[in-house]
């Protein structure tokens, strides 16, 4: 097939395949070939979603976890695309960080929980944090390429007209020239941010995370799996509208 | 440096080396040495020499963008005009080879990259911008992308943000080295155009001698080494710029003598550095 699918024919492919999907796994459930006390039926995460909303846990739920993420997004994408880019522009920075970021690089977002709850306790600030340092990292690496392969002759071109300067070169030519890889980075890490809501909020501050833990250790299988797609679909609205941001910063790429 | 040279006052001197040397080792293998050259107010100068001899390099010494090892720059500085606070131009101007566009920014936004900072409103900016691409022809692609132009209408763009600024020198480095023998012909013939109108003092870099003579009032020629001299100069007096006269063809063949380091083949003697 050598010719490109179009974008109403991909849409209903994408359908297609959840129907598919979730077809077959009601099947699977309702035939008995899939215990029912390990996986939830989707037919039960309706009901199971239904008793959540009245309880109000849900839209608790979003509510806390998107105050984490939204203000841990915030901070490690700023941060981390900052010192980026400082880093790509400045060698000497660069070599005096370069064993400390080989160092702390490998440290996964959850490694540092019991640090959280030990500087910040159970609290907004602990998953922030979390959340923050799972974002900073993906967002210093693209910014830091980003930066350094921005062609170096168009240095010499902001020297030759008068913009020479560290600020000059940052305004004019590194932010919009590294802004298609900065971008790169900040949608990573917009997923980056959902994936670490969970690590964030299992020691107990309450959320999306925590409300799993809840259930799951009840073995509410089908209340877990509501809180699943529920992050997913955060994710989905999140990248969309990210979209939008992106394609408004990069209206000048073909 | 010549006769002719001794008559241009101070106050004419738009740019001047003397006896500059440029090292990119400090000083153990030199690209340029022994080179002097005076450029004077109005001037065309054609700096011609075979590829990779150090026209670029020179250039962008004269550009303030690198510091000879030795030897002195004269004429004003780069970057804003003078150093004056309130300048409203700059003292010289490049065009590069590629063109070298910044592809987030229009046209328009492109010939005001080098206006930015320049003591202008915006309103200044904008229409000073405007005039530089009505001088190219281009006044009806402002808001264009540079992805949307073709490689001719690029260099035009380059060409303006350079005139934008009301630079005492110009500064190009072969900017039509890259189009197609067409575009490159019109490009010539439009460059004589706006230095007819504008009586800019241009240095332009090429390695084609037919160039030079379409455009020059003066050709310095930049050859041997490394490192590289001036290997002698001729001031062009052709009233038509047809390479199928016998004048034309002269000054060609003398050229290619100096470019190559052989004895000159004939008419007025020229100038010749010592050091080669």
Known sequence: MSRKLSGSVRLGLGLAGLVLFFGLWEAAVQSGLLPSGMVPAPSALGPAWLDEVRGGFWQQAI????????????????????????????????????GIVRLLRPVPGLAWVPFAILWFGLSTAGATFVIAISVFWINFYAAHSAVKSVDPELYELASAFGHGSFVGRLFKIVLPASAP???????????????????????????????MMQASSLLATDVVVVYMLTMAMLYAITDFLFGFVRKWVLRWQP | MGSQMA??????????????????????????????????RGEFVALLGPSGVGKSTLLRVL????????????????????????????????????????????????????????????????????????????????????????????????????????????????????????????????????????????????????????????????????????????ILDMPERNPDTPAFRTYAARLRAMIAGEPDPGGEAYWRSAEI
């Open chain 1, 63 to 98: 509510l806390d976890s998107l105050h984490h993420y939204l203000l841990g997004l915030f901070i490690g994408s700023v941060l981390g695309a900052g010192l980026g880019i400082l880093c790509g522009m400045l060698d000497l920075l660069d070599g005096l960080l370069e």
């Open chain 1, 181 to 211: 890889g900065i971008m790169a980075g900040l949608r990573t890490g917009l997923g980056q941010g959902w994936m670490s809501v969970v690590a964030a909020e299992l020691f107990g501050v309450p959320g999306i995370g925590a409300r």
């Open chain 2, 7 to 40: 008559a241009i006052s101070q106050a004419d001197v738009v740019a001047s080396l003397q006896d500059v040397g440029l090292s990119h080792d400090g000083g153990e293998h030199f690209v340029l040495r022994h080179v002097s050259l005076t450029l004077a």
């Open chain 2, 63 to 234: 550009m303030g963008l690198m510091h000879p090892t030795e030897g002195q720059t004269g004429g004003a500085a780069c970057a804003p005009a003078s150093g004056k606070a309130h300048a409203t131009r700059r003292s010289r101007a490049m065009v590069f080879q590629d063109a070298r566009l910044l592809p987030w920014r229009s046209v328009l936004g492109n010939v005001m990259f080098g206006l930015e900072g320049l003591h202008l409103n915006k309103s200044e900016k904008k229409a000073r911008a405007q005039e530089a691409l009505r001088l190219v022809g281009l006044e009806d692609a402002a808001d264009r992308l540079p992805r949307r132009l073709s490689g001719g209408q690029r260099q035009r763009v380059g060409v303006a943000r350079a005139l934008t600024v009301a630079p005492d020198l110009l500064l190009m480095d072969e900017p039509f080295g890259a189009l197609d023998p067409i575009t490159r012909t019109s490009l010539q013939e439009e460059l004589q155009r706006i230095w007819q109108q504008t009586h800019k003092t241009v240095l332009f870099v090429t390695h084609d001698i037919e160039e030079a003579l379409r455009l020059a009032t003066r050709v310095v020629v930049l050859a041997g080494g490394p490192p590289a001299g001036i290997t002698g100069e001729i």
